[in-house]
Every structure is written in C-alpha cells, then in structure tokens.
C-alpha cells in the first residue's frame, strides 16, 4: 500500500489493516517510517471524520473530582458555598468567571473547557 490522504472510509479501513500488519516494525526502518507515516495520515482522517467534542464544564468537574477522589464539600474553596456546590453540579447554577478562574488554578481543569457554556438543568428539559 502506498501511503497517501485518506479521503474515503475505505482507504482509511485499508490504512488500518496496513498498520496492523507492520505494527512491530522497528523505528528508522522503511517499514518503521511507513508505520509513522500511516498513524499520521490515520490521526488526521479520525480527526477529521470522527472528531471528539469537548466535555461540558460540569462534566469535566465531575471527572477531576473523581479523579482525585474529592467530595462536594471540598470544592468549597473554589465555588463557595456548600449551597452553590450544589447548584453547581446539578446544573442549576452556571459557573461564574471567579469560580473557573479558581477551579482553573487549582484543580486544573482545562480553560477551553471551563469556558465552555454548560448545560443547565433547565435547558435539558
């Protein structure tokens, strides 16, 4: 197969099927550099054809908070209230720029999600 831009689903089932038979190719071989090439042109037609949208903000907080193993109560420090840590997570209180600014800073989610607008309990009605 000769590498070229993956355009069809076809082409991209083909790529796959190539990689996977030369996928315990060495590094600075031919068939390593054609593997390379491959999962590249590969990256960029997922990309573009199976693109992956980013998490709702409240989504993301939850995931952080089960990642480190945090409780409501200790999103205090960066919401404020054990009220509005409530409303927060049940989506019926928007993050405020102060609360992302926070939650950025010190549970590191990432701005372009904190940013994202949420979905709120009463949009998902």
Same mark, same amino acid.
């Given at each position: ?39 590249? =042109?590969?990256? &960029? ?11 709702? %903000?409240?989504? #993301? *907080? $939850? ?31 928007? =993050?405020?720029? &102060? ?11 990432? %701005?372009?999600? #904190? *940013? $994202? ?9």
């Amino acid at each position: 197969m000769k590498p070229k831009i993956i355009k069809t689903e076809a082409q991209y089932q083909a790529a796959l099927a190539r990689i996977e038979k030369i996928f315990d190719a060495k590094p600075g071989t031919p068939k390593g550099d054609e593997l390379e090439l491959l999962l590249l =042109l590969v990256e &960029t037609y997922e990309a573009s054809a199976y693109p992956v949208d980013l998490p709702d %903000p409240i989504t #993301a *907080l $939850r995931f952080r908070m089960e990642q480190q193993g945090l409780k409501p109560k200790d999103l205090i420090p960066y919401i404020g209230s054990k009220s509005k840590v409530s409303e927060v997570l049940s989506g019926q209180r928007a =993050l405020s720029l &102060t609360m992302i600014r926070k939650l950025v800073a010190g549970l590191h989610l990432p %701005p372009d999600v #904190a *940013l $994202r607008e949420p979905v709120l309990s009463s949009a998902r009605s």
